[in-house]
């Protein structure tokens, strides 16, 4: 139907190509958003302590990171390292090779990138909380980290959660660049499965279909968590 051939998906080689792809992409997705978030939550800490020198430095990394396309920061990560002497000996061949692997410096970039736009949607989530909120907080005794752990992020995690979703789902999707620096990803084996066959119509269209299903998980798992962390006042109702 259509013209489209899939005969060459019964080969083993193909199954586990494409399985392995989609995994090491799950791997990349996974972990570049938990560090992500790190760099969010405490990058947005950092900014709310009013500390004129850290503010310029935290402005910086996220002007730098934000505004810079991400196949942009991967390659300068995957060539710019090993050039200014980032290298190590391997212990098998003696050869001189990049401290950081080609998955190593993806991981790098797409958690900072992730990171700079998740400094700036916590920090609108904490800029959102009404001054009461705080002033109540000191009455208390709290400290500054006291605040920060059990007031602010509780309340501000949920007003940022439907932008942290967007971040999050456009992470996933910008996993597929790591394919131009040599990460066996998705896309990286989509690559070499249409040249071996010339069905690249057949495998674009299969690619899609399981890049969809992915991050519609995704979308649907925050979907849940927003749900499922909702008070009167803040984060989607039941």
Same mark, same amino acid.
């Given at each position: 139907?259509?013209?489209?051939?899939?005969?060459?998906? !019964?080969?083993?080689?193909?199954?586990?190509?494409?399985?392995?792809?989609?995994?090491?992409?799950?791997?990349? $997705?996974? $972990?570049?958003?938990? /560090? $992500?978030?790190?760099?969010?939550?405490?990058?947005?800490? +950092?900014?709310?302590?009013?500390?004129?020198?850290? *503010?310029?430095?935290?402005?910086?990394?996220?002007?730098?990171?934000?505004?810079?396309? =991400?196949?942009?920061?991967?390659?300068?990560?995957?060539?710019?390292?090993?050039?200014?002497?980032?290298?190590?000996?391997?212990? %098998?061949?003696?050869?001189?090779?990049?401290?950081?692997?080609? @998955? *190593?410096?993806?991981?790098?970039?797409?958690?900072?990138?992730?990171?700079?736009?998740?400094?700036? +949607?916590?920090?609108?989530?904490?800029?959102?909380?009404? &001054?009461?909120?705080?002033?109540?907080?000191?009455?208390?005794?709290?400290?500054?980290?006291?605040?920060?752990?059990?007031?602010?992020?509780?309340?501000?995690? &949920?007003?940022? #959660? =439907?932008? #942290?979703?967007?971040?999050?789902?456009?992470?996933?999707?910008?996993?597929?660049?790591?394919? /131009?620096?040599?990460? =066996?990803? #998705?896309?990286?084996?989509?690559?070499?499965?249409?040249?071996?066959? @010339?069905?690249?119509?057949? %495998?674009?269209?299969?690619?899609?279909?399981?890049?969809? !299903?992915? /991050?519609?998980?995704? !979308?649907?798992?925050?979907?849940?968590?927003?749900? +499922?962390?909702? @008070? =009167?006042?803040?984060?989607?109702?039941?």
């Amino acid at each position: 139907m259509f013209g489209l051939d899939y005969s060459w998906l !019964s080969d083993p080689v193909y199954q586990g190509w494409l399985l392995r792809g989609t995994l090491n992409t799950i791997g990349l $997705a996974l $972990a570049s958003s938990a /560090v $992500a978030v790190l760099i969010g939550t405490f990058g947005a800490l +950092a900014l709310s302590l009013r500390i004129a020198w850290l *503010d310029a430095l935290i402005e910086l990394f996220v002007e730098l990171f934000r505004n810079t396309p =991400p196949l942009l920061q991967m390659l300068f990560f995957y060539f710019t390292l090993s050039t200014i002497g980032l290298r190590v000996t391997d212990p %098998v061949t003696g050869l001189s090779v990049p401290l950081l692997s080609a @998955f *190593d410096c993806a991981l790098v970039s797409l958690s900072f990138f992730g990171g700079a736009l998740c400094i700036e +949607a916590f920090r609108s989530g904490l800029e959102s909380l009404p &001054r009461s909120v705080n002033e109540a907080a000191r009455s208390l005794g709290y400290s500054r980290w006291g605040r920060f752990r059990r007031i602010e992020v509780p309340i501000a995690s &949920r007003i940022c #959660l =439907p932008a #942290l979703t967007n971040i999050l789902t456009n992470l996933f999707k910008t996993t597929s660049q790591a394919s /131009v620096i040599t990460v =066996p990803e #998705l896309m990286y084996y989509a690559g070499q499965i249409y040249n071996d066959t @010339f069905r690249t119509a057949e %495998v674009m269209l299969l690619v899609l279909l399981i890049y969809v !299903s992915l /991050v519609s998980v995704l !979308s649907w798992g925050m979907s849940r968590i927003e749900r +499922a962390l909702a @008070f =009167p006042g803040y984060g989607k109702g039941h």
